[in-house]
């Protein structure tokens, strides 16, 4: 194969590895026990104390490390997480068990779909200087390695590792997030229960219907044949909605026209009466009067197709039945006489009494004395007493309440008042004026509220602004973020910190803003003459003749090695962390999880580099 069609290869194998998969689930790693009595490193060396070896004098500061990588039975050297990676900070000495306590527990989440068999690394490592650096092999006091298979479940596998100094347990497992489902994770399945779907979800992740529904997403309802026949449709299960003039259970029945009493239908809205009815509604009862006799003292009745019946009443009575004399005790009042005449009634009066009903008694002006300046009109009925504006009554002797008529607005108090021209006066509410409060007047007119504050009134009355999150003062002129028109360079950010800030720097500088850049050959990592090469927040170190190691650290001669070829300037690190090898010492970098993409890149860039 050309190096063309390898290259061509690559970019495809990239292109499909970025591609999005709906996966999600956890992995999780449980220190449960580690015992190191003798307090000494995997190399036999004391951890703390004078005594280089046994008996030590001093505890191992213990931290535990996870990483996952692909299922491979060899432990690769440079050994990448390619799953994932995890560190704990200092848990306990020599000597930890929490079989019966909280464990030590690193939770790494998975977005991609779970392989299923991996490879997990557990190692419990000394800090030395209180950075808990896994850089110097010589502190790392044992290590479980296991490659296995662990598929989605809650139960966890157990490992234990025993070495002449030690003993480690540990477990570990993989387990969905809620709504994942399968081997992988990578299926995603939500419980839903409205117009978008009608389903729950079994252990595989499948769409399992509710009663009554049916589809792929079971956001189709069941309806039987009857009403899908008459032209009706379900919204729910079995629940037949019927078109617009149409009812019953199955849409089979006609509606007809509203109001219809005593008739039916053939067709939507007729109005088709049953024997014995007629009339629009069919509420016109043709045989009332056979069947009522509604007509008393001798009427007589007459089938009337507007109000089912007419009564025509003898002389002498009246009402819809002809229930009732037209002249009765007590029709015409002061002493009036109740006399029929043509079919129709009428009062004859005494004497200064008029009226239908003789109700009005007549009394002349002379005999009616108006009080507080009103003054008598003569009449039909007599004289009427024509009162002045503040007065009323039979005789004016009653004064007007000029708040009766509740003349004030929003919600203002109204007093009598004789001394103004309207006789009261009107107490206003706060934010109103005018003579009749009915002008609105804002206490906040002129007060005005920076950065987004808005102006409210407090208990008194009084305008006081209401500012926003992050500012304070009378009119919210004051910022309380201390990270307000501070810029940190080379794209850090900045952080509040108490009442003033930090910045926090990108990786490869540092300073108050950010703006000085580091160098990682300051510390001068190599040895034996070895000249240091910066690179972006990591280093190379180019060895004499004779020596060799991330450090130049190996003299080659002790054992009798042949020299191997030396580092050469056009080798850098690749990226900016170089590879984490617990088991061989050296100053490295801190090791970041790299992905699958990006391993994929950089055998891209060494092939390009080979053709070049």
Known sequence: MSIFWIVQTLLVICWIGRQEVMCSGVFEVSLLRLQNHRGVTGTGRCCRGPSSFPPCDGECRTFITACILHHIQTLPVPRRCTYGEARSAVVGGNAIDLDDQEPVTFTINIDFTWPGEVTVIVESWHDVDGTATIYDSSQLITQTYVATSVPSSDTWHMETTITPTTEQKIRFRFTCNKHYFGIGCDVLCRIRDDQYGHYHCDVNGTRVCKPGWSGDYCDKPFCSEECLKNQG??????????????????????RPYTGCLNGYCHLPYQCICHSGWTGTLCDIDTNFCFKQLPCENGGSCITDHVSNYTCVCPPGFGGNNCKFPLCY???????????????????????????????????PCEMIKCQHGGSCVPGRYGGTCVCTEKYTGERCEEEIDPCISTPCNNGAECRKDNGTMTGFTCLCETGFGGSLCDIPISPCAGFRCYNGGKCLLDPEGNPKCACKSGHIGEHCEISTDPCKGVKCLNSGSCKALGNGFTCVCAKGYHGEVCELKLNACDSTPCLNLGVCKDYVSSFLCICPKHFSGDNCET??????????????????????????????????????RVQPIVTLALILYVLMSLVT
């Open 233 to 254: 449709s379900c919204d729910t299960p079995y629940q037949c909605r019927c078109r617009l003039g149409w009812g019953g259970a199955n849409c089979g029945e006609c």
């Open 329 to 363: 005790p007590g029709f015409c009042f002061h002493g009036g006489e109740c006399q029929t005449r043509d079919g129709a009634r009428e009062c004859s009066c005494m004497e200064n009494y008029a009226g239908d009903r003789c109700e009005h008694q007549l009394v």
């Open 555 to 592: 003299d080659l001669r002790e054992g009798g090695l042949d020299a191997p070829p030396q580092n050469d300037e056009k080798a850098p690190p690749v990226g900016d962390n170089p590879p984490v090898v617990p088991a061989v010492s050296g100053a490295q970098t801190h090791a970041t």
